[in-house]
């Protein structure tokens, strides 16, 4: 099986900036996409920015412009570059993986178990 490991959540202020990163367990025979979600509690879990195989990105509109994401050349690592920090951007952030372990695993989604960022003066 695989792990994802999240780091870099912290409380900061408003205006800060925080570099999250995910490490898996090990590499994926192929990736689909890595993506960055968030959850506040009591709340669904939300889609924050994703980029595909072919380096293709897309965020959610409330962090365009903010918020970067990329992945390291043999998909090891997934990195979330969070610029100007806002309150509303509080929550438990999760890295995820769509892809495949192995050439005969299957497609599968994998989960990390989050890092805390908060925001607040």
């Known amino acids: 099986q695989v792990q994802l490991v999240e780091s870099g959540g912290d409380l900061v202020q408003p205006g800060e900036s925080l570099r999250l990163s995910c490490k898996t367990s090990?590499?994926?025979?192929?990736?689909?996409?890595l993506a960055w979600y968030r959850q506040v509690p009591g709340k669904q879990r939300e889609f924050v920015a994703m980029?595909?195989?072919?380096?293709?990105?897309n965020y959610t509109e409330s962090v365009k412009g903010r918020f970067t994401i990329s992945g390291e050349k043999f998909k090891t690592t997934v990195v979330l570059q969070m610029d100007n920090l806002l309150p509303e951007d509080t929550a438990v952030y999760y890295c995820?993986?769509?892809?495949?372990?192995?050439?005969?695993?299957?497609?599968?989604?994998?989960w990390g178990k989050g890092t805390l960022v908060a925001v607040s003066t």
């Open positions: 995820n993986v769509d892809g495949w372990i192995t050439e005969i695993s299957g497609r599968s989604q994998y």
């Open positions: 980029i595909d195989d072919f380096g293709t990105t």
């Open positions: 090990r590499g994926f025979f192929s990736v689909a996409a």
